[in-house]
């Protein structure tokens, strides 16, 4: 071995030492110049542990591939660690263009390029470069790799494309916890609650045993679909197992047990578990609100800052929903003037807004809730309106309905059910040269009584449930 052969692998030893132990962008910024003037950037070694640095210290640069990549001889491996440090990226055109310029320097990738690659792709919904990527798998033989199966699993669940996730799943010869739970999160994130729950009991039947993340997933879909005796089996599976029922999985049996209405086990749960953060808190009193336990809510609540815990935007939904829900006016009125105060450390939120005059406009103090949105720094929402009109036509008050649904018009000119509320309204107040000039603009526009009902979700969190006739049957948020 010649002279100069051992001290450049010495100097190398040394910057990889130095590179495993950089604390901070400046030291590693040194270093680079280093290796650069001594013309050790082209070592595989050498470009691992600088990005590896670069990743930790939170100091990855767009141009940081640039600067690794034209080199005389890239190799894969360096290309596979710049996909993997950037596919934590907030840029999802990073990893795909390392990939891209990885075949045009004809360096075909290996099984380790995909898994990075994919997650990339899932992260930012990328389905049509996932189904791109999908062929190359195919063309390139890597689809008896069970971790590449898994994250091309994931990519199609996280796209919401369930069918194609159904068809590589279906497909794989060896199936392991990982490309199960992919499937039952999958489907449970796309509403399909009963595949998700069909998928989870054959899992025995492949001879795979369900981990944490699956019952923790099973749980979500046991929650969003109602079916209580199987969040039970699998609570006594958590119990008969010995598992320790950590956070995650102690609240998701809170939550499934609330939602399904099983407010003593759910807060029994609650009590037992032996750690709990804020969303755990979150989850128990959204819950109890969600089933008119308004006055458990509230206590719990009281709890939450009696401890001294950290009450979020999401808490403050939370109770106000469950004050609207059970009808208690003054409780809530209390801790929004409290959160508007600030009491709480941040300001009220349109979330917040909106379910004050929905607990107002329940109660029948229709006026106030007006004020609220007249006086609220946002742009009132269609939700917001819509849980107004809703109170008004209950309590009778034509006046405001009138106004409101003209104001629904005005936002959604479109919508042939606020212009056949507007109609109803000016016929019960005996307009009925009004109501007819209404449904003569409906005819103009092309604009037709729809039958049925429908549920629309707004952004401000709201579920509001629109009859055939126009009305509003109903307003929840969270």
């Given amino acids: 071995m010649s002279t100069t052969y051992r001290q450049l692998s010495s100097t190398g030893s040394k910057i990889i030492h130095f590179l495993s132990r950089c604390s901070s962008a400046s030291h590693l910024h040194q270093i680079e110049a280093q290796f650069i003037l001594r013309s050790l950037h082209a070592d595989t070694k050498i470009a691992y542990h600088y990005i590896n640095a670069a990743e930790r210290l939170s100091v990855l640069h767009p141009s940081l591939p640039l600067f690794l990549i034209h080199l005389p001889k890239p190799h894969v491996f360096t290309y596979n660690t710049l996909v993997k440090a950037f596919s934590h990226s907030k840029d999802p055109g990073l990893p795909l263009s390392l990939y891209t310029h990885m075949l045009q320097c004809s360096l075909l990738p290996n099984n380790y390029t995909f898994p990075f690659l994919l997650k990339s792709l899932s992260d930012f919904r990328r389905f049509k470069q996932g189904q791109c990527v999908h062929s190359h798998l195919v063309k390139w033989g890597h689809l008896g790799d069970i971790y590449v199966l898994n994250s091309l699993l994931n990519l199609y669940a996280s ?7 159904r068809k590589v799943f279906d497909k794989m010869s060896d199936r392991d916890v990982v490309s199960w739970t992919v499937l039952i999160k999958g489907y449970g994130k796309s509403g399909k609650f009963d595949d998700a729950l069909i998928a989870f009991e054959m899992m025995p039947y492949d001879g795979v045993v369900p981990n944490h993340v699956t019952m923790v997933n099973a749980l979500a879909a046991c929650a969003g679909s109602g079916a209580i005796e199987m969040g039970i089996r699998i609570h006594d599976f958590i119990t008969a197992s010995g598992w320790e029922l950590d956070v995650i999985l102690g609240t998701s049996l809170v939550d ?24 755990t808190w979150n989850v128990l009193i959204k819950g109890l609100g969600l089933a008119k336990c308004g006055q458990e809510a509230i206590w719990w609540f009281n709890n939450m800052e009696q401890e001294g815990l950290g009450i979020d935007e999401i808490t403050l939904v939370n109770v106000l929903t469950a004050c609207s829900h059970s009808g208690f ?21 349109l979330k917040h807004y909106a379910c004050v005059v929905d607990l107002l406009a329940r109660a029948g103090c229709l006026y106030e809730a007006l004020e609220y949105i007249r006086e609220m720094p946002f742009e009132p929402t269609k939700s917001m309106w819509g849980s107004l009109l809703n109170a008004c036509k209950d309590h009778g008050n034509l006046e405001l309905t009138k106004f409101i649904a003209e104001k629904l018009v005005e936002l959604e000119p479109e919508n042939s059910a606020y212009y056949v509320v507007l109609a109803n309204a000016y016929a019960e107040m005996g307009r009925w040269n009004d109501a007819a000039e209404i449904r003569n603009i409906m005819k103009e526009k092309g604009l037709k009584k729809e039958l049925g009902s429908s549920l629309v979700e707004s952004n401000a969190g709201a579920q509001v449930v629109c009859s055939a006739d126009g009305g509003y049957w109903g307003c929840s948020y969270g």
């Fill in 256 to 279: 499934m047990y609330l939602k399904c209405g099983r407010i003593e086990e759910g807060t029994s749960v609650f009590r037992n578990m032996k750690e709990r953060n804020l969303f």
């Fill in 159 to 165: 796209c919401g494309s369930m069918d194609m996730c």
């Fill in 329 to 349: 006016v003054d409780v809530g009125k209390q801790i929004f003037n409290s959160l508007l105060h600030g009491k709480y450390g941040f300001p009220p939120g």
